[in-house]
């Protein structure tokens, strides 16, 4: 995602310098006005870059939020699996100490 956000950005501003060259080339108004415009496209370049940014945060963002999530998710998963198998473990132990006390009790006997 971040290489089409790099590919949007840097077209913008390929299109926007383009756009002004071929304006001031062919501009029939006076310096002042031509001025004025560079100046509104810089700007119209400036917003362009800064919606850009900030969609790219906020893309960023949400994304750093749901790994997050999904890290937590599959945390407690393992956890939950763990728990479960430490469960059959100490069943299993009780068994085969019960098994052992009963093997002992009848040696004794």
Not at 21 to 33: E, M, N, R, T, W
Not at 58 to 85: G, I, R
Request: net charge negative.
């Amino acid at each position: 995602m971040s290489s089409k956000n790099n590919s949007g950005i840097i077209a913008l501003l390929a299109g926007t310098a383009i756009g002004l060259g071929l304006g001031i080339l062919f501009a029939p108004d006076k310096g002042s006005k031509t001025r004025d415009k560079i100046i509104e496209g810089l700007d119209d370049l400036k917003e362009g870059a800064k919606t850009k940014w900030n969609d790219f945060e906020t893309d960023a963002k949400e994304k750093v939020s749901k790994t997050k999530e999904d890290l937590k998710e599959t945390l407690d998963e393992l956890l939950s699996d763990s728990s479960y198998k430490a469960e059959e473990a100490i069943s299993f132990l009780e068994e085969k100490l019960a098994e052992l006390k009963k093997a002992n009790a009848k040696l004794h006997k």
